[in-house]
């Protein structure tokens, strides 16, 4: 049978062929997706990408478990990565292994991911001694985004640079196994990657990284505005669009549902129309 690749499968690729990651919340994105990512983020950002929400802090942490398990059931191949949703982890280590501990227990995950540097370095630790694998994300934080004030790229003066840089050594040298590196320059990404032991995930982090996540809506184009990160593989969107456009027409034509979409009855008589 197919081997489900592992956090340390992950891990011993630092340095090596890109990894490549992509959003996964649901059971037919995952098959989709499966056998062409090494890794699928349950990402938070299912909050406003299927929600809804203007940000990712409204997102529960049984809402991640649902969307994880789909993930996870309908997949073999690649490491399923859940994110750990704002609220259930920042008040310390046991809070964090608490939730994380659910998360891998009722979807069967192979690892989690948190947000923030230095401060959080001491819940990676204890969650990596423990047993669950942990993706670090630095840079651009969404679970931030009250005290940021905005998504705007991170790390484009000295002094967040600099902070950016010691935030992604806090986590690494905890034990995360990979770390996402989010909307920074690539001055940026470049010395975070030459400096990690760990792979780099960039998202709006430049080619430099190595590897790579998106969000699956945005690169297949069912969102209305995406990032300048993004590159827009399909426009899925327009081409659902026009089919929901034809099925009502067919349904007001009564051209749907046809003959061959209609059980065989060979008694029945079919009534005059009436005019
Ligand atoms: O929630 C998410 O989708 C993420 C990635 C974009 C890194 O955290
Ligand atoms: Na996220």
């Not at 993706?135 to 940021?148: A, C, K, R």
Request: proline share 6%.
């Amino acid at each position: 049978g197919v081997r489900r690749l592992t956090a340390p499968d992950i891990r011993a690729r630092k340095g090596g062929a890109p990894i490549v990651g992509l959003t996964a919340y649901h059971a037919p994105a995952a098959r989709l997706a499966d056998e062409h990512c090494d890794f699928l983020l349950v990402g938070d950002s299912l909050g406003m990408v299927l929600y809804g929400y203007d940000t990712t802090v409204p997102v529960t942490l049984d809402m991640m478990i649902a969307h994880g398990a789909a993930v996870v059931r309908a997949s073999r191949h690649a490491l399923v990565v859940v994110d750990l949703p704002f609220g259930s982890y920042e008040e310390g280590p046991q809070a964090a292994f608490r939730a994380a501990s659910r998360i891998m227990k009722e979807t069967g995950c192979g690892a989690v991911k948190l947000e923030g540097g230095c401060h959080m370095a001491a819940t990676v630790g204890y969650l990596v001694e423990r047993g669950i694998p942990v993706m670090g994300h630095v840079g651009l934080t969404p679970q931030s985004i009250n005290t940021f004030g905005s998504f705007r790229p991170r790390g484009r003066d000295d002094i967040e640079s600099e902070a950016i840089a010691a935030d992604a050594e806090a986590v690494v040298s905890a034990g995360a196994f990979a770390v996402v590196v989010e909307a920074v320059p690539v001055r940026v990404a470049a010395a975070l990657t030459r400096a990690m032991p760990v792979p780099t995930i960039g998202i709006g982090a430049s080619v430099v990284c190595d590897g790579q996540i998106l969000v699956m809506e945005d690169m297949l184009g069912l969102m209305p505005r995406v990032p300048k990160f993004v590159r827009r593989y399909a426009e899925i969107g327009s081409v659902a669009a026009d089919a929901i456009a034809r099925y009502a027409h067919d349904v007001r034509n009564r051209t749907f549902p046809g003959v061959e979409n209609t059980y065989a009855d060979p008694g029945f008589e079919e009534p005059e129309a009436s005019a």
